[in-house]
T-cell receptor, first 115, second 113 residues
Framework: EAGVAQSPRYKIIEKRQSVAFWCNPISGHATLYWYQQILGQGPKLLIQFQNNGVVDDSQLPKDRFSAERLKGVDSTLKIQPAKLEDSAVYLC?????????????FGPGTRLTVL | QKEVEQDPGPLSVPEGAIVSLNCTYSNSAFQYFMWYRQYSRKGPELLMYTYSSGNKEDGRFTAQVDKSSKYISLFIRDSQPSDSATYLCAMSGSGGGADGLTFGKGTHLIIQP
């Protein structure tokens, strides 16, 4: 089965600009997560979706970050306006499917550099 | 105090050695414990998944959880150069691992040929 797809793989922007990331989870996975991984740190959960509803967005900086998952499949994460401290790898993960295991499958991530 | 503490290393050992990695945590609500391996410029991939206290073995890998001490470990036997990567411990509460995960910083492991 195909893995979690993310695009773009790399993005460089100036501070105060806007940026959007896209994620396509594994087919049939109802749960989708966005994590932020700053260099030298472990991933930190930003938001969790169950189908197209938000389960947990307690750590999402809502003044600048937004995310949506229309139709319960693909998801986009947006930052507007970006700050220097937003430089990180943004990882998308999905879980679910027929086996209903607890494993979260991660995509390769989008590496964001804010100058 | 962070919820999950993990020594970032780097930890360098010769090929064939037994490797011991560990994490401590403070949140007693954590019940599901995982170890992920992350190669450079890749997403994390699940290595081991355990529930509550006890041991679990899978090939060269053994995961141990001691909830009374809030301490988890991953042992790698007969380490290989291909095991060189960052190892992340991760935990979640009562959602069966379906909750968002809380990760440690990761330990950078280097296996010298």
């Amino acid at each position: 089965e195909a893995g979690v797809a993310q695009s773009p793989r790399y993005k460089i922007i100036e501070k105060r600009q806007s940026v959007a990331f896209w994620c396509n989870p594994i087919s049939g996975h109802a749960t989708l997560y966005w994590y932020q991984q700053i260099l030298g740190q472990g991933p930190k959960l930003l938001i969790q979706f169950q189908n197209n509803g938000v389960v947990d967005d307690s750590q999402l900086p809502k003044d600048r970050f937004s995310a949506e998952r229309l139709k319960g499949v693909d998801s986009t994460l947006k930052i507007q306006p970006a700050k220097l401290e937003d430089s990180a790898v943004y990882l998308c993960a999905s879980r679910g499917g027929r086996a209903q295991t607890n494993e979260q499958f991660f995509g390769p991530g989008t590496r964001l550099t804010v100058l | 105090q962070k919820e999950v503490e993990q020594d970032p290393g780097p930890l360098s050992v010769p090929e064939g050695a037994i490797v011991s990695l560990n994490c401590t945590y403070s949140n007693s609500a954590f019940q599901y414990f995982m170890w992920y391996r992350q190669y450079s410029r890749k997403g994390p991939e699940l290595l081991m998944y355990t529930y509550s206290s006890g041991n679990k073995e899978d090939g060269r890998f053994t995961a141990q959880v001691d909830k009374s001490s809030k301490y988890i470990s991953l042992f790698i036997r007969d380490s290989q150069p291909s095991d060189s990567a960052t190892y992340l411990c991760a935990m979640s509460g009562s959602g069966g691992g379906a909750d968002g995960l809380t990760f440690g910083k990761g330990t950078h492991l280097i296996i010298q040929p």
